[in-house]
């Protein structure tokens, strides 16, 4: 079960600091088979791997670029997530496909870059409301998981995150059965495409709140969530981790 918090744009350096320590001493006491990942703004990594307590809090970037080094300015290559202690990224976040315009195919790519460099990665998708209420939900889903895969992505090296865009930061959670249709649905389409992506954790991001999460976890097909807002207080965090 991966329990991942993405501080998107937030925090600073003491703020990241408190929140490292905190989680990292919770997580080393906790009894149950939650992995938590945090992935903070890409200047504030440092700071969290030097004031976590234990490796028991693994750390992601929130993007990474396509290319290995070159002339990008304002990016950040997977190998320098590596180099700074991280060993996840994500890709393909309906923010960055948004305010960045990125395609599936700039996923994928993104994705493969992360694999080449050492990192896993958990790879977004999710729909539109208006998606959704036009009946399309399914096919975007499976359009998106179709485009943004890489060719030969290992299934232990990948996990798959589907974040409704409509539930994202809107405390708008989705209902245990939308998320249970959806997540069978994402089963069936990764399974198609690779036996192995049988064994594929796929996380549910999208409002995720301590008093929702057990319901949302408990779902057969749910391996995780992808944590937004609550992620940024020790004790939500670690509540919603708890509830797995
Ligand atoms: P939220 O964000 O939990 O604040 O809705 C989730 C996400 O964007 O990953």
Redesign the pocket.
Known sequence: MIIAG?WKMNMDRASAQKLAEDLSGQAASMNNNAQMIVFPPAILIDTVVASRLNENLQIGGQDCHAQPSGAHTGDISASMLVDAGCGWVLAG?SERRTDHHESNQDVAAKASAAIDAGLSVIICVGETLEERMAGKANDIVAEQIEGSLPADLPHDRFALAY?PVW???TGQVASPEDVDAMHNHIRDVLVARHPNYAKVDILY????KPDNAAALLALSNVGGA?????SLKADDFIAIAQST
């Open positions: 993405n976040h974040e539930a994202i930061g991001g999208g409002s995720v992808l944590v937004g807002g609550a």
